[in-house]
């Protein structure tokens, strides 16, 4: 039961904490009304909570039950958006519903490397065009990179990602700091930000 504790851990300590500011940039460089977002590994709602206010209609997934059960309890009918949540996995080839903001932060590296190709391409593929992409990706020097089940990116693999996308932002930070649920971690990520073409 390890993977259950870190994760009530990691639900405790994330809920009702503010949005990634990767969200926040997107939902910035956003010119349109709200309209449909999905919230990839969504947690325990930080970023769904923010687009729900924001009056976007919001598809949360993520594997965890809890985790979407926790995303219920803090969703109430006074946001202006409207909430849908999908319980699957990334490696799941389910197709996903077509959205005009797709979010993934802290996420996408906890996708099977051997899915993540066909992951990206269905994520690809649901972002209509014009559709902004949030989220996040861990570079080689990340202390997870050597985890087996850790998709890793380097600066180069990411230019040729987006290559066809217009590139709004990719940040990369390298630092020491703590994980969500305290513990001590040398962080290499990329932040992008980028728009469909």
Known sequence: MPGTVLMDRFLDATKGAPEHPSLRKALDLWCGPASKALDLG???GRDSLALLR???EVVALDQSVDALDALCV???SSMAGTLTTLCQPFEDNTPLPAVDLANASF???FCKPEAFTDCWARITE???KGGLFAGHFFGPR???AAKDHTTIHSHEQLLRQFESWALLELNEFEFDGKTAIGRSKHWHLFEVIARRS
Do not use: E, I, T, V
């Open 42 to 44: 969504c947690g325990a």
């Open 107 to 109: 996420a996408l590296p």
């Open 54 to 56: 924001a009056g976007w």
């Open 74 to 76: 803090q969703a109430d």
């Open 142 to 144: 990340d202390s997870w």
């Open 126 to 128: 649901c972002l209509n």
